[in-house]
């Protein structure tokens, strides 16, 4: 079929080069995009005198006609065409004739396409958005309901002191809370409209390209039609959002498989969110959390696509930018339904408390607060230090916890210890006494739930 482009060209291009150079099996995902582009950019033609009302209004009741089409089924984009922008115009102008022949007055296929692909980061942006604060919704709750949920927190993966489940939840709160943060600012940088910037050196037409951006939502139009076209810096800071999404939600996924352990026991994750074995039929994996695991080194290698791509492109606008779009793509796609996914396993998850309680008990995690008993006694706290160290190795010689030896026994190690070290050294004073803001203890707990929810609530 003839190009957009095929005036210059006296010769066929050969089927394979048709087939490399054409985007239409992928760029087709921002076909509502791109209609939605047309339709205010034919707007703002009619609105400077540069098509008739009349033209106007049949263009856009074509192209309202083909979204309708296509959107049920009755017409397919087929791949007989180049790109997104080619099979638009193509049924257009079959449609009503010689009034779509002038749809693409005063636009190139570089701002065209630069504009679709904004238009639809700008969407991904905000649905990940909606995605982020459902998962932050199930966490609180979780926190809500969980600030006397005691276990062990840990360091270098060993158990260090008792924190509450509200608390290790709550710094993953605070971790996908800072990632709706960067997509706000991202959508605040990107949300400014590149068309009208031609094929990089603007038009002669007298576009109004402030009427055209405030169609479109934008806060503005660019200001330098080279960057217009030639800029992705968007499309990489989103891919860096989102690989700091997969990053923490693989932290968390990383968490879970060993809380689901034989070992831990922590968690029971439900049937929905589990798979079994084929051959041993005594297990329940954690598929679900092992794949958004997995997952995330898909989402790594598409910012380093496209960083790669970027880095040695000269302006303005260069075939190669055409390959930000099917790892794009398929990135987006992967963190929303990575989001959905854990989700739900989250919300559905329970909890076995006393295991929790009781491995943090195991695990000398009061240890710091038996030497912050001595230091209370008078004992300068190297000493402490020492005394509750040699305590420890005790207990590991009797298999035993600290908090299970007899008074006699501990002051055969010191004798300061009185009979107060049993309520000094339990897990609710453990964490009780914490009270420092972002500390475990309920009454700091509370207030940061507080502010959490608080913040939900205003952020709509």
Not at 7 to 20: A, M, P
Not at 34 to 56: F, N, P
Not at 347 to 365: L, P
Request: proline fraction near 2%; include cysteine; hydrophobic fraction near 40%.
């Amino acid at each position: 079929m003839a190009q957009l482009w095929g005036g210059r060209f006296t010769k066929e291009t050969d089927q394979l080069v048709y087939d490399f150079n054409a985007s239409i099996t992928f760029d087709k995902t921002f076909f509502h995009q791109d209609v939605e582009g047309s339709i205010a950019h034919v707007t703002m033609l009619a609105r400077q005198g540069i098509l008739t009302e009349d033209e106007k209004e049949s263009i856009i009741a074509g192209l309202n006609s083909i979204v309708e089409d296509v959107d049920a089924g009755k017409l397919e984009i087929d791949t007989k065409y180049e790109d997104i922008h080619s099979f638009v115009e193509a049924n257009l102008i079959d449609r009503i004739g010689d009034a779509g022949k002038k749809l693409h007055t005063g636009r190139s296929r570089n701002d065209q396409v630069a504009l679709d692909m904004r238009l639809y980061t700008r969407l991904q942006v905000q649905e990940t958005d909606e995605l982020l604060k459902e998962l932050l919704e199930v966490l609180l709750a979780v926190m809500e309901a969980n600030t006397e949920t005691y276990m062990p927190g840990f360091t270098h993966l060993q158990k260090a002191q008792p924190t509450t489940l509200a608390h290790h939840y709550g710094a993953y709160f605070e971790m996908f809370k800072r990632d709706r943060q960067r997509l706000k600012d991202i959508y605040k940088r990107m949300n400014y409209c590149p068309l009208g910037a031609g094929a990089f050196a603007g038009t002669t037409y007298p576009l109004d390209r402030d009427y055209t951006a405030q169609l479109l939502g934008f806060d503005g139009p660019t200001l330098n039609s080279m960057d217009s076209v030639a800029d992705r810096d968007y499309l990489i800071e989103f891919l860096s959002a989102l690989a700091t999404i997969m990053m923490h939600l693989s932290r968390f996924s990383e968490e879970i498989i060993i809380w689901n352990s034989n070992e831990y026991q922590f968690v029971e994750i439900d049937d929905a969110y589990s798979t079994g074995s084929s051959i041993m039929p005594q297990k329940k994996n954690p598929d679900i959390a092992e794949l958004v695991r997995g997952k995330t080194g898909r989402v790594y290698g598409a910012l380093m696509s496209l960083l790669t791509t970027m880095k040695g492109l000269p302006l303005a606008y260069n075939k190669d930018m055409q390959e930000d779009k099917e790892v794009a793509f398929d990135a987006m796609d992967t963190v929303k339904d990575c989001l959905v996914l854990f989700t739900g396993m989250i919300r559905t998850m329970r909890f076995r408390k006393e295991r929790m309680a009781k491995s943090a008990m195991n695990g000398f995690t009061n240890a710091t607060d038996a030497a912050d008993y001595l230091v209370n006694k008078g004992v300068p706290f190297r000493d402490a230090h020492g005394i509750i160290g040699r305590l420890v190795l005790y207990c590991i010689d009797k298999a035993t916890s600290i908090d299970a030896l007899s008074l006699a026994e501990l002051k055969e190690i010191s004798d300061i210890f009185e009979e107060d070290i049993y309520d000094a050294i339990s897990l609710k004073t453990c964490v009780e006494k914490r009270l420092t803001v972002g500390a475990p203890g309920p009454e700091a707990m509370n207030e940061v739930i507080r502010i959490h929810r608080e913040y939900l609530t205003k952020d709509i």
